[in-house]
């Protein structure tokens, strides 16, 4: 058992978790992730640590409670406790010294971005962070990234919050900065929904700017057997939860990545859409 020493609700539906585990707190680097069982049967969950503190035998959690088994992590953590939180898992970000680096997250993929840009500038980059959600609500730990990045950029698409549009957008300024400018990154870091990621290497791709992206495929095992997260790198089979979950952001396949990601999604919503025309005609499903 994983006893919860806080939980609280920072966006709608989005939960920040501190877990006692000290084991992993002190062996986890940046990059890494757990997965979490709330309960014995329950879904296994993979979720970034998104910060750790060696010293109070702790890990920081951010859950999105979109599904059954991420429901059910909320439920347990507020009556106290986890069932298993197997950890460190996946590969630790390689951190170099670049310069100006950008940090691009895009809504609940900021929660995986955290820790990244946190060790990005704890190793004496200058870290611009570009944070992105629909709307003000929805834009998480902007007040934390500002600690420690020279710059926070927040973007919202209905802009109740910071620059209207899209993450791409507060990015396409600093990549028109001339290169030797201190605005203009020498690698960038994104992590979000696929269509973010992808426009984010697309925009880096002509001037050759090093991307690093975070993949977040469906996992089972989180241990390289399964193949439940294969992906596609440079024309490669990966697994991202021991050879990622970070990869080159110009070499992966996105298209590969988006339809194995709704694998599982796809029967269930087509099911659904063929009950509600079934229940319209007032025939039986
Ligand atoms: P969202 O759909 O609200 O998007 C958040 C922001 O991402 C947008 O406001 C925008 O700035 C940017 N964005 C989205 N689509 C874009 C596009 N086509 N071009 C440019 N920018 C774009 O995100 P959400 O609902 O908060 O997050 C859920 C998504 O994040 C899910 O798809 C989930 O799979 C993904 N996610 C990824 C990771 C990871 O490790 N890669 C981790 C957690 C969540
Ligand atoms: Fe099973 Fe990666 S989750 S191989």
Redesign the pocket.
């Known amino acids: 058992m994983f006893k919860i020493l806080s939980e609280q609700e920072i966006a709608p539906a989005v939960h920040r978790l501190v877990v006692a585990a000290p084991r992993i707190a002190a062996a986890r680097q940046p990059g890494q992730f757990v997965i979490v069982r709330a309960a014995e049967g329950a879904e296994r969950i993979p979720l970034?640590i998104a910060d750790a503190d060696s010293a109070a035998g702790t890990i920081t959690l951010i859950v999105?409670a979109v599904g059954d088994g991420t429901r059910r992590i909320i439920e347990q953590a507020r009556a106290g406790s986890l069932r298993d939180v197997a950890g460190p898992l996946g590969r630790p970000t390689e951190i170099e010294r670049f310069g100006n680096v950008a940090c691009v997250g895009?809504?609940?993929?900021t929660?995986?971005l955290f820790p990244l840009a946190k060790a990005l500038a704890a190793a004496g980059n200058a870290v611009t962070a570009i944070i992105?959600?629909?709307s003000k609500g929805?834009v998480i730990l902007h007040q934390e990234m500002a600690e420690f990045c020279r710059q926070v950029l927040v973007?919202?698409?209905d802009g109740s919050m910071g620059i209207k549009g899209?993450?791409?957008a507060a990015l396409a300024e600093l990549l028109a900065a001339p290169a030797d400018s201190a605005q203009r990154p020498a690698a960038v870091y994104a992590?979000?929904?696929?269509?973010?990621?992808r426009?984010v290497a697309e925009q880096t791709r002509p001037a050759g700017i090093r991307t690093i992206v975070?993949?977040?495929p469906i996992m089972v095992d989180g241990t390289g057997m399964c193949g439940g997260c294969r992906v596609t790198v440079g024309g490669q089979i990966r697994f991202a939860c021991v050879d990622g979950?970070e990869f080159d952001g110009h070499a992966v396949d996105y298209a590969e990545l988006s339809s194995r990601?709704n694998a599982y999604l796809d029967p269930r919503c087509k099911l659904d859409e063929q009950l509600a025309a079934s229940q319209k005609k007032g025939s039986r499903a």
């Open positions: 970034t999105q895009g809504g609940v993929g929660a995986v992105g959600g629909r929805l973007t919202t698409e899209f993450v791409t992590v979000g929904p696929v269509p973010m990621m426009a975070s993949l977040n979950p990601q």
